[in-house]
């Protein structure tokens, strides 16, 4: 994945569900998560697009109608269904009602309404058969392989009813994407009926297993040839048929559990049993779970949309959690293309780790360089590994300097001296490759690919070199935690030169941007020729794809005709360009005279363009990461109106999640939204910069134009968790910090006010050009007669 240039039925549970369902808080809850538990709806609208059932272990993909149609384009087809990664289980499952009275039966194939909880789903289908409300609500346990479904049934009469219950289940075993480079093959499937109401299938060549009921299951019996469920795959449809009694003016639930394993029946058998008997409890933990992170680093503040979001792209986070066997646990990329993990997954770990998530970065970076070692051996990240193992990409060189970086930025907020010992080689190894096999003329620039997967596009870019820098300097502070002090000292004259040279050659004085690239004619017109080939890969010419072709023809000719000289080149105006403001490296005149450029003259109605030449894509990580960049220069309400244009595509196909592409197209749940959302939220507006080695965290607040009151609480730092709000009171503006370990120190930094006074703790101050500095759980700082 890169920025390419183209485009059991139990009472106490029933109860649970429905308390949700009308939005009350739960127990232990205050409003703040409960707001966000009560879920998002549809409103009856985007039926065929898709959403997630999400589970760390299993989960299910589906469409809003309550349909599992053939999706996704990996493995044409197959990527929705119940996956329980390195294996799929099924493709999807329908059920049928059947009024025994009457001897009417409806299929429930088109759901009337979708809600989508940070923890599942329900969907409604209103009045199915007459007086009679059904509705299905789903989760996927975490740390459990499979999934469970309930269909609640409403009699409005003063009847009771008798039902019939269809459940049809397609099953498709099946291995992940990429698995016969491993001579993994897909055999046909089989399934057999047990006489306790157990459905167990087996793909006939593998040792992959699912197991299926209903509870409660008296007189269950198989369907004999139901009719097939069309999907792709060779797997087979079974069906059960029992009877359901709803009484008068009451509800019914049946309870279906899916499980699996892919190694023995046995264990398919068993993960069955466990979920038809502990669901109640397995969901009140998920609940709690999904309650936490949304307490966790909570925001107080006027936008109530970003806040919203904020709060949601948390939550999406957790759905591409994958935990695998034999692999490890990670953050997944995104749905529904990409469940398994990458390199440029460090965008979404900084989020994450800004709002409290550093276990999951630890978990993920820890993936990463044991799949890297295991492939490379050399310091080289990985690009993709699959969930069977399969490393599609070796590693494009900017993902191993931002592995680096990212490894920095963690203990920066854990001061995790055990995770230090565990990375320091690995960020060693990592500088040694790109500082000698990818630098061969030993500039300091090295070579390859970077983010920006385009044909021809193999030299020294600007993106790689600026994250080089940052690897630098993250691996220089990580030296000095092992007391490493020449190590550190070279990393850091190494860094200062790397920024040098970065903002000599890159910099295009003519053209007033960063080149795309620093190297040779012959190569600036590879670049040119590449990006005319990927074009005609298309099966269909746009005739915008003709002129992009006549525009880099040109540029072909007249670079061919140039002298050949190596200097910094802009071929494909790649919004890469921009990474000199996004870290932070560039002069500051020099970064808001081209931010204020490209603004003006290459950003569409939801943010830049991935390229300013082609003007056609635009993805939430590249105007998260001009938002990011807005901040470093303190514009902090330039960078909330790249974090608005994220904003406003949210809930655009799936309630709760935002596309990969903006605005609606693309993976329906990406991870590295959050990038755009949380960094320049917290580091930014917030002003958090933490130093937990050295127990310290500087507040450095940039408070957005109408923005009087603003908190956020509960934000773990190392072995601490910090409170810090600003308020705006009768007697002048409060800064209040708080924080659970009284070991700790604060740094308060605040632009000067004139005529403003200072009190801190009640005492009056001078305000220090360090910053206020102050220690102890509970620190008030009043500032009176501020302009």
């Known amino acids: ?86 294996i799929k289980l099924i493709d999807g499952f329908r059920a049928a009602v059947t009024d025994l009275e009457t001897d009417r039966e409806v299929t429930l194939s088109e759901s009337t309404e979708f809600i989508n909880y940070p923890y599942g789903n329900r969907f409604r289908y209103g009045a199915a058969l007459d007086s009679l409300e059904v509705e299905r609500f789903q989760f996927g346990p975490d740390r459990q392989p499979g999934l469970v479904v309930q269909y609640v049934f409403t009699n409005a009469t003063a009847r009771p009813r008798r039902l019939g219950f269809l459940l049809s289940v397609k099953t498709d075993l099946r291995p992940v994407w990429q698995s016969e480079r491993l001579g993994i093959h897909d055999g046909r499937d089989s399934v057999g009926w047990q006489s306790d109401g157990l459905f167990i299938a087996r793909d006939t060549d593998n040792p992959w297993f699912c197991a299926w009921g209903v509870t409660p299951a008296p007189g269950a019996r198989a369907v004999a040839d139901p009719p097939p469920i069309r999907t792709n795959g060779m797997g087979v449809t079974a069906a059960s048929r029992q009877t359901v009694s709803v009484g008068p003016h009451a509800t019914s639930t049946l309870t279906v559990v899916i499980a699996g394993s892919a190694t023995n029946r046995d264990s398919a058998v068993d993960a069955y049993r466990y979920l038809a008997a502990h669901h109640a409890d397995l969901l009140r933990t998920k609940k709690a779970h999904y309650a936490s992170v949304i307490d966790r680093a909570r925001v107080r503040i006027p936008d109530q949309h970003l806040q919203e979001v904020y709060n949601w792209v948390r939550v999406d986070a957790e759905w591409l959690v994958r ?16 469940p398994w993990w990458f390199g440029t997954e460090t965008y979404s770990l900084q989020a994450l780790m800004s709002a409290g998530g550093a276990e999951i970065a630890k978990e993920t970076l820890g993936l990463l360089k044991n799949q890297s070692e295991k492939t490379n051996g050399n310091g080289r990240i990985i690009h993709e590994v699959t969930t069977n193992g399969v490393v599609y990409n070796p590693g494009n060189t900017q993902e191993t300097s931002q592995f680096i970086l990212t490894v920095g930025q963690v203990l920066d907020w854990t001061g995790d001296m055990a995770f230090a010992r565990e990375m320091y080689p690995a960020m060693k190894r990592g500088l040694h490759w790109l500082l000698t096999d990818m630098d061969r003329n030993k500039d300091l620039f090295p070579e390859g690919y970077g983010i920006t997967e385009v ?67 012959d190569q600036a017109v590879s670049a040119a020729v590449g990006a005319v080939r990927q074009i005609r890969l298309a099966d269909t010419l746009t005739p915008r794809d003709r002129e992009m072709i006549a525009y880099y023809e040109r540029l072909r000719d007249r670079y061919a005709a140039m002298p050949d000289t190596s200097r910094g080149w802009l ?95 693309g993976c329906f749940v990406i991870a590295w939204t959050a990038y755009g959302i949380v960094v320049p939220l917290v580091r930014h507006v917030f002003g958090i910069e933490p130093d937990a080695m050295h127990k310290t965290v500087v507040l450095a607040p940039h408070v957005p134009r109408g923005w009087d009151d603003m908190s956020i609480e509960s934000l773990p730092i190392g072995a601490t968790s910090i409170d810090f709000s600003r308020a705006r009171t009768d007697r002048g503006i409060e800064y209040r910090v708080d924080g659970s370990d009284g070991g700790w120190t604060f740094i308060l930094r605040l632009e000067d006010s004139p005529g403003a006074t200072y009190y801190l703790n009640g005492k009056p101050i001078a305000l220090p050009p360090s910053g206020i500095r102050m220690s102890g759980t509970h620190n008030r700082v009043l500032v009176v007669g501020a302009k």
Not at 461 to 489: C, F, G, K, N, P
């Open 455 to 521: 044909t021809g596009l193999d030299a020294e870019l600007i993106d790689v070199a600026v994250y080089t820098q940052r690897a630098l300097e993250a691996t220089a502070r990580v030296a000095d935690m092992m007391q490493e002090s020449d190590s550190a000292a070279r990393y850091r004259r190494l860094a200062a030169e790397l920024k040098a040279r970065i903002n000599n050659r890159f910099w295009l004085e003519a053209d007033t941007s960063y080149a795309d690239f620093y190297g040779t004619r």
């Open 323 to 338: 935990d695998v066997p034999g692999m490890g646990r990670g953050l997944g990329a995104g749905l529904l293309e990409y």
């Open 1 to 86: 994945m890169a920025m390419a240039m183209k485009i059991p039925p139990t009472t106490p549970l029933l109860s649970l569900c429905l308390t949700l369902a009308t939005a009350r808080p739960l127990p232990c809850q205050d409003d703040y998560s409960a707001t966000v538990m009560a879920g998002i709806s549809n409103r009856g609208r985007h039926g065929t697009s898709p959403y997630v059932t999400a589970g760390d272990r299993a989960y299910l993909v589906g469409t809003q109608d309550g349909n599992f149609p053939d999706m996704g384009d990996h493995v044409p087809g197959e990527m929705g269904g119940l996956w329980l990664h390195p």
């Open 571 to 665: 071929t494909n105006r790649n919004g890469v360009t921009l990474t000199p403001m996004e870290m932070g490296i560039a002069p500051r005149a020099r970064a808001i005279g081209l931010l204020e450029k490209t603004r003006r003259e290459d950003v569409g109605p939801y943010g830049p363009f991935l390229s300013a030449v082609e003007r056609q894509a635009t993805m939430t990580i590249g105007t998260g990461a001009l938002a990011v960049a807005e901040s470093n220069y303190g514009r902090t309400d330039e960078a909330l109106w790249y974090m608005d244009k994220i904003v406003n595509t949210f809930n655009r196909v799936t309630p709760g999640s935002i596309s990969e592409m903006m605005p609606d197209y």
